[in-house]
């Protein structure tokens, strides 16, 4: 047992002299650089290119941001001090191999990590080896940052700390803590910051947040550049982690997220949905790290994530220009907050579901088939597995459930109901609405008036069962409901 324990000990001093050899080869390599960009710098006539990508932001007169990038010509920009020693790109690929009397340390830290295990982090699948570029990025961008948020001064060590502390454990760690931020487009909100739960929260989106997502990739994605900027406010949840055996893993983990981190965003956005009414909808998903990063960009935060369409698409018509965009007051989130809470309280399937059609149904371009998603709900929520006369049974249920709550007329969503089936019967079966064949412009688009009372009456029959959770079993609404109603009478 003795035995054991010394060579546990023994392995153990040994990783974390490794560890200690790793950071004191980085700040050598950090203190270098940063003394041969200080070097060029005291050269009065040495030329200073811009950082042409870095984001600037502008708040349209309908209160919502814009982006625009600096450019390479704008002599207000930020400067890229690191490339007055060697760039980042091409050149300094090109430079591999040939600044070894400039810049030896980096040198030393490539050969280091080449020789020993914490190298495996930096192997990627473009090559099972340590690349010197790939070391010289992390270098010269933790440089870079350190020059844009403390000046160009004389090396604080305490400063330098605070620049290299979380890429040097993105390089040591085997798990990044994250928070999900999903920015929430073209919706106003008459408060700052609120809480939902003890992990999820509204807030104002901070501007260095803002600027980073400006930077996110779009490709792929079929959002508008406009709409995916335009959002004052994000659902934020935090207490997500991800595993991390390559840095390169970690960015492909973080840039295209798994199915839950969806879900997660979709939950609120049915509950922000069936509580306001609200048109809304979002077009980025966004992880902020909070213990370790492998990439940094001059001073902003470092985001990952990945560009999506889930909005209604009469937000690409300039919807970030113009007025009359939903607006979330304080007494809404509290309908919101205790909606989302019902919502999280739910596991059943049948309802994911019929949250899911919710957000389809009410950001979906087509009038048609968002009141078809509407009945599909519906028969999720109050439909049976016999199926027979189901119409019938789904107006009974639904008035009854009216009639239960309290705060509407049972027989007016007898009606709403009847009304929905009788339109969706027209959509399935009939053609007396086609357009006209080569008809240049097209006729108004029906059922808009439709598909409003469809959302209206799925919205209601969500928050009676959500409220109500036994009737979640549409046979305990016929038990405890029906049987002996004036409802089962016939009437409606």
């Given at each position: 047992m003795a035995e054991t324990e010394l060579a546990d000990g023994d392995e153990n001093s040994g990783k974390l002299e490794v560890v200690q050899r790793f950071i004191d080869l980085f700040e050598e390599a950090f203190d270098e650089l940063h003394a041969a960009v200080l070097e060029k710098l005291r050269n009065p006539n040495?030329?200073?290119?811009?950082?042409?990508?870095?984001?600037?932001?502008?708040?349209?007169?309908a209160g919502f941001p814009t982006f625009t990038e600096t450019g390479t010509f704008d002599k207000a920009g930020r400067k890229n001090y690191v490339q007055t020693v060697r760039g980042y790109g091409l050149l300094s690929?090109?430079?591999?191999?040939?600044?070894?009397k400039q810049l030896p340390s980096i040198i030393r830290l490539t050969e280091f990590l080449q020789s020993n295990d914490?190298?495996?982090?930096?192997?990627?699948?473009?090559?099972d080896k340590v690349s010197e570029f790939s070391v010289h990025v992390m270098v010269s961008s933790t440089v870079e940052s350190y020059f844009q948020r403390f000046g160009t001064g004389p090396l604080d060590n305490q400063l330098r700390w605070r620049a290299i502390a979380k890429m040097l454990f993105g390089c040591l760690t085997n798990?990044?803590?994250?928070?999900?931020?999903v920015p929430i487009a073209l919706t106003h909100f008459d408060v700052d910051h609120y809480r939902l739960t003890d992990t999820t929260y509204i807030t104002r989106i901070p501007k260095g947040i803002q600027l980073s997502r400006a930077r996110m990739d779009l490709r792929g994605s079929g959002a508008v550049k406009h709409v995916v900027g335009a959002a004052t406010h994000a659902f934020v949840s935090t207490a997500w982690s991800v595993e991390v055996t390559t840095r390169d893993q970690l960015r492909h983990s973080l840039n295209d997220p798994s199915r839950n981190v969806l879900d997660e965003a979709d939950l609120f956005f049915a509950a922000l949905r069936g509580a306001t009414g609200a048109k809304t909808g979002y077009a980025q998903i966004a992880f902020l790290p909070t213990n370790a990063v492998v990439d940094i960009y001059c001073d902003l935060p470092t985001i990952y994530g990945a560009t999506y369409r889930r909005y209604p698409s009469e937000f690409d018509q300039y919807g970030w220009v113009y007025g009359g965009q939903s607006r979330i007051t304080k007494e809404q989130m509290d309908d919101v907050k205790r909606l989302y809470n019902l919502i999280l309280e739910r596991p059943e399937d049948r309802v994911r579901l019929a949250l899911k059609r919710l957000n389809t149904c009410m950001s979906r371009d087509d009038a048609m088939d968002a009141i078809l998603d509407a009945t599909i709900a519906l028969e999720i929520?109050?439909?049976d597995t016999k199926g027979e006369a189901i119409a019938y049974k789904i107006r009974m249920r639904a008035g009854a459930l009216a009639a239960?709550?309290?705060?509407?007329?049972?027989?007016?969503?007898?009606?709403?109901?009847?009304?929905?089936?009788?339109?969706?019967?027209?959509?399935v079966h009939g053609s007396t609405f086609m357009k006209k064949a080569k008809q240049v412009v097209p006729d108004e688009e029906r059922f808009i008036p439709e598909r409003n009372a469809a959302i209206e009456i799925l919205r209601y029959i969500l928050r009676c069962l959500l409220e109500h959770p036994r009737f979640l079993q549409p046979e305990r609404i016929d038990e405890e409901l029906l049987l002996g109603s004036?409802?089962?009478s016939g009437e409606g």
């Open positions: 040495q030329y200073l290119s811009n950082h042409y990508d870095y984001p600037q932001m502008m708040i349209g007169d690929v090109l430079m591999i191999g040939k600044d070894e914490l190298g495996k982090k930096f192997i990627s699948h473009h090559s798990q990044v803590f994250l928070k999900l931020i929520l109050l439909g239960h709550q309290g705060d509407r007329k049972a027989t007016e969503v007898l009606a709403a109901v009847k009304k929905l089936y009788e339109t969706r019967s027209k959509i004036p409802l089962n």
